[in-house]
Nanobody
C-alpha cells in the first residue's frame, strides 16, 4: 500500500504564493512520476502539473504555466508545487498523485483558497 500526505494549502490573497508538499510512504520501490491535480466546486478534477522521477521532465496545464513550478526530491519521496501570482480561479482542493509501474495513488487533498 502507498500513502500520500499533502500539506501547505491555505487562504491567500490574489497575487500571493503558496507551496504545496506531498510525501509518499509505504510500498514505494520505483516511482515513475508524481503530480498535482485540482478540483474546484462543481467542476471536474483537472491535471495541474506532473514531473517524472528519472529525468525531471515536467508538464503543466496552460492556465498555470509561468506561475506554478513543480519539483521533486526523490530521496525524500516528495513532490512540491510552488504557486505564485495566485488568482481566485486557482481556488480548489489540490490532490497529489503518484504513478508506480501500472498503479497510481491519490493523496487526501489540501484546500487552496485565493481571495480577490
Amino acid at each position: 500500500q502507498v500513502q500520500l500526505v499533502g500539506s501547505g494549502g491555505g487562504l491567500v490573497q490574489a497575487g500571493g504564493s503558496l507551496r504545496l508538499s506531498c510525501v509518499a510512504s509505504g510500498n514505494i520501490f520505483r516511482i515513475t512520476a508524481m503530480g498535482w491535480y485540482r478540483q474546484a466546486p462543481g467542476k471536474q478534477r483537472e491535471l495541474v502539473a506532473t514531473i517524472t522521477s528519472s529525468s525531471g521532465s515536467t508538464n503543466y496545464v496552460d492556465s498555470v504555466k509561468g506561475r506554478f513550478t513543480i519539483s521533486r526530491d526523490n530521496a525524500k519521496k516528495t513532490v512540491y508545487l510552488q504557486m505564485n501570482s495566485l488568482k481566485p480561479e486557482d481556488t480548489a482542493v489540490y490532490y497529489c498523485r503518484l504513478w508506480q509501474r501500472l498503479d497510481n495513488y491519490w493523496g487526501q487533498g489540501t484546500q487552496v483558497t485565493v481571495s480577490s
